[in-house]
């Protein structure tokens, strides 16, 4: 008779801007998103996706399933030690209380930097392997936007990471990875890992080529079973660790020599493309004065990203430089969702929808995002516990609210979070094809929501708070020559690698 595998699974992640003035406690976790074993919601969170693919499978009968905590912070600057310690220790005694497991599924972000760790997923992973031993299968997801350690490949069986950004595909990465983790268990599969280290950073879309057909390449490869599994890691240019960069990971059965192959060649291919990867990007300047313009000959409207106050890149998310610039050229009839501003909220709250306040708003984290705005404003709307979607995924803004002013409509919210959705607008009663003009802030999660209700999108790159340009950021752990620090990080290699002839 078929043996029913023990699962136990889990969910620890944030991504660290370890530039950000901002501090995470448990506070930020709980205010994301924390569950308790069992108490996981119906609907799937970013890196939470394996607990209700996980529990079909428990209902087919197919495994026997251990829940255990399942959290998310949004992304923020260095976790205290007391935080991590606590989360990581929760972990490692529902593991402990676990039984006898043989399976481990963790659904990780990959980037948590804590101020007494420099690799938090490596020594979960470690330490989850100490408990159980080498025979237990440890599987795990990660976000792209990660720094892979020597330590997670070292002690993990098989790691997927989203091959989509906008992160679209999370659901299937952790399909993926359940999937492999069991037919390792069921000795169908020996995976084996192999990675390449491709030596850059800078950012990776997958809405736009050449990154577009570079994903569209690897899914192929999976289709006809080159590798059972192929993930690339973007890397995360916010976060100093010494595993800073895109990598490449490969999975094999069995076969170590082939997986170095391709990860090598693929790595190579996608370090040659590395000028063409970034979206062109304007000043805020420029892309206001590109906005006017190209608003007057479209009817729907064009949408500016601020790429770099992302409060999913750890950052406030309270930056004003924008606004404050189409204030200051009298431009009308423009949203902009949104500013995290507690405080402002709160007053907004108090004083009731229809009230005219004088507020003062954003601003207020750190000096390189602007000064507050100071304005007569009217309350539009308030709204309690407002969500935005993402995919299938439920993404808390707290309490929030719209203000108008001077033709001028603003979101404010009170949980952290990048722009993901149209409904971050409509939510709060702002009628988003009325408008010239939408300011948001998101690297390229938007994407899919935004495309079809604007005829332009144009990225800024405001600078501010955010460490975005890797020749400047003054990394101190990073110790490896990656591209664009360095311009030729494969100098050495090069002859021998770009003479690998695997036919991929
Ligand atoms: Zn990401």
Redesign the pocket.
Known sequence: MKKIPRIYCASIAT?TNTFSPLRTDLKNFEETFYVKPNKHPKTPTLCSAIFPILRKRKKKGEIKLVEGTATWAEPGGLINSKTWNYLKNEILSEVKKGGKLDIVILGLHGAMISDNCIDCEGDLIKSIRNILGPKVIIGVTF???SHLSKKCEDNANIITV?KE?P?TDFVETAEDCIDLSIKTFDKIIKPQISTFDVKMITILPTTKEPMRSFVDKIKNLEKNNTALSISIIHGFMAGDSPDLGAKIITITDNNKKKGDKISSQLGMELFSLRKYLAPKTFSAHTSLIKAKKLCQKNKKPILIADIWDNPGGGVAGDSTILIKKAMSMNLKKIALGSIWDPVAVNICHAAGEKAIINLRFGGKISSMAGSPVNKQVLVKKIVKNAFQKFGTSLVPLGDSACISFDGIEVVLNSNRSQTFSTDLFTKLGINISNKKILIIKSTNHFFHSFFPHVSNIIYASVNGIYPNNPKKNNYSKLKRRIWPIVKKPHTKLNGKNMKITIKI
């Open positions: 991504e976000d792209p936007h989203f950004f992160h």
